[in-house]
């Protein structure tokens, strides 16, 4: 009796927000920066916990503000574990610290009106480091999700408040490329605002994205000053009847509004002189980057152009500005475009939409955390530095058994990222070499190791040939099944399956119709699908090994007609297509015995791009022989 149960799906993973940034401070020295960073950590993770009574002592810190009453040797690596998992990493000598929290998908927005139900087999990996390094620190952050392969459910980016707490803190600096993480835009008023923008714009190290207004425009309007002064006029009139408005209308039902009483000035006279009417610059509203840039924050860089700095940022970025445009800018490619009229009409509500388009930006994306080392490198460099520590065999074994458990756990996460990740083959062969080398170190077990390495490069390099393999064959299958079994559908067929690639003459079809000789059905369907592979060929759209596998089953080969064939034989390897002649000079071929032969003559249209069949399935006259 079969099993009844739930299959499982392996896992897929792929980083969904992602930060990188400088850490300093003009007031306070490099340690008691380094301690608000960590006491914000802890204070948004706190409230995170609130309804957990049992946090462990190296979570309960002072506030941010009170650094100074956190203690250097409050800083410790520790471990929690109630239903979601925390880990602290602090190297004291490299100046590491950093943190993993791993939890369940719960949900988002849970009893809103934008309700996200929790997604099965999901869950997210918060990781947050900083590194001191001279008179700065590095700080990174990221979000790693995890979930079944078949998940098509989307993920939400969510930015955890640490960033946003740090670039609200007064102690701190936050700065990407020179720029100051302060919800603040970069606003190009001055020659030096711009050489700020260029060396922002021109810095490849730079993982945000820039978000660039345009300022709007100022148009000439004409104001007529008479109407202007009768409005005036009017409002005071107004300001009069307005008390007793109400009075009025409930003594006289005729009266609908005092605006009865009011003259309408609105009509221009077509005579007005000339000296009533004063023109007047009018500056069209312009985008709320203010408002953009406060929510942008760790996300993006919003930086706003006045117009009379339009042509320098032409001129050194190639950016054409126009009046109102708002251009997203990712290491000098630009990614996306909006004119002014795509959103004057409603600009909160496209406020918004670009907001979330930014926020989707960090997932999936390849991002430099500089020297920042997160959870896993950091406990790596924790165990490095112990080993070198030790003057115990025993305690160095061990050491090097648990930084080979961690060096496999990160093997582990990288095969998680392949669908994802672009780089996973490189990052793969980077940690199997660290693990090549600490197992050259552990002598007893560098054989086997060796050993178990090699079959399994061996096995997921077969694995990935057959895997290719079997989906073209699939694929061949898949066509076959819907192959004609009656010969005068064939042509339909054709026509109806390859007209990209195939144009079918009337010559051919009127052969095909009158042919009376076995005809191998399912061999003639299999040399068309390889001469529609070939067309592709011949447009480069697939390679010369591609177009081998269509060719195996049959042997199909493109063979030349003979020149001295299509010369004796000039009209039968000639056809007539939209008012065109056509040489046949190339045909395929399959069966030798008069019974069982095919044969299909086509020439390549170099105009169309397209196989143009002129003659099908028998045999045309050669030199030696007749048809």
């Known amino acids: 009796m079969p099993y009844i149960t739930t299959k499982l799906q392996p896992l897929k993973s792929y980083p969904t927000y992602q930060f990188y940034a400088r850490v300093d401070s003009k007031s306070l020295d490099l340690q008691c920066t380094f301690k608000i960073c960590i006491l914000e950590t802890f204070k ?43 880990d602290v990493v602090y190297i004291e000598k490299k100046g590491v610290w950093s943190f993993r929290m791993t939890e369940s998908d719960i949900g988002a927005n849970i009893g809103k009106e934008n309700e996200r139900k929790p997604v099965q087999g999901r869950t997210f990996s918060t990781e947050i480091a900083f590194l001191k390094q001279g008179d700065y620190i590095e700080a990174g952050v990221r979000t790693i999700c995890s979930e079944p392969s078949d998940t098509t459910a989307d993920c939400e980016v969510f930015r955890p408040t640490v960033v946003k707490a740090l670039a609200d803190n007064a102690n701190v600096r936050l700065m990407q490329s020179g720029f100051i993480l302060n919800k603040k835009p970069l606003e190009i008023n001055s020659k030096s605002d711009l050489e700020r923008f260029f060396g922002i714009y021109e810095d490849n190290s730079l993982n945000f994205p820039i ?53 309408d000035k609105r009509k221009k006279s077509k005579d007005k002189p000339k000296e009533t009417i004063r023109t007047e610059k009018v500056k069209l509203p312009v985008f709320d980057y203010v408002e953009l840039a406060r929510g942008l924050v760790g996300f993006a860089v919003v930086v706003f152009a006045d117009d009379r700095y339009f042509k320098q940022i032409s001129n050194k970025t190639h950016i054409n500005l126009s009046y109102g445009d708002i251009v997203v800018i990712s290491r000098k490619n630009i990614i996306e475009r909006y004119s002014y009229k795509d959103y004057y009409n409603n600009m909160s509500g496209f406020l918004k939409s670009l907001r979330y388009e930014i926020n989707a930006m960090p997932k999936r994306k390849q991002y430099d955390f500089g020297n920042v080392l997160f959870h896993s490198d950091a406990k790596l460099k924790e165990y490095h530095t112990k080993r070198h520590e030790t003057t115990s065999l025993e305690e160095e074994c061990r050491i090097y058994r648990l930084e080979n458990a961690e060096l496999k756990s990160q093997i582990k996460d990288i095969s998680q990222y392949h669908t994802d990740m672009q780089q996973t083959a490189e990052s793969l062969r980077t940690a199997l070499k660290k693990i090549d080398s600490l197992q050259k170190e552990l002598e007893t077990c560098e054989t086997l190791y060796k050993e178990a390495l090699s079959n ?62 076995n005809l191998d059905i399912s061999s003639f369907c299999d040399g068309i699908v390889y001469m529609n592979s070939y067309a592709k060929y011949r447009k480069h759209e697939i390679s010369e090994i591609e177009l081998q596998l269509y060719a195996e089953r049959n042997n199909w080969e493109v063979q030349n007609c003979g020149k001295e064939t299509i010369k004796m034989r000039k009209s039968d390897y000639t056809v007539t297509y939209e008012n065109e002649q056509y040489i046949l000079d190339l045909h395929i071929k399959h069966g030798v015995k008069a019974e069982e032969l095919l044969r299909i003559y086509f020439c390549w249209d170099e105009k169309r791009q397209k196989i143009l069949i002129g003659s099908m399935p028998g045999h045309l006259a050669t030199t030696r022989q007749g048809t």
């Open 456 to 517: 399994n490069e061996q096995k997921e390099s077969a694995y990935q040939k057959s895997a290719e393999l079997i989906s073209f064959y699939k694929k061949q299958i898949e066509i076959a099944s819907l192959f004609p079994t009656d010969k005068d559908k064939i042509c339909d067929w054709i026509e109806n399956s390859f007209a990209e690639n195939i144009v079918l003459t009337q010559r051919a079809r009127a052969e095909m119709r009158k042919f009376s000789g």
């Open 211 to 263: 978000v660039l207004v345009a300022d709007s425009e100022t148009e000439i309007k004409e104001i007529d000053i008479e109407k202007i002064s009768t409005l005036n006029k009017t409002f005071s009139a107004m300001n009069y009847f307005s008390a007793v408005n109400v009075t009025l209308e409930n003594s006289n039902p005729n009266l609908k509004n005092i605006s009865e009483f009011i003259p």
């Open 44 to 86: 948004w993770l706190r409230a995170r916990l609130k309804k957990f009574s049992d946090l462990p002592e190296g979570m309960l810190t002072p506030e941010p503000e009170n650094y100074a009453d956190f203690l250097d040797e409050s800083i410790i690596s520790f471990s929690y574990s109630n239903g979601l998992s925390v």
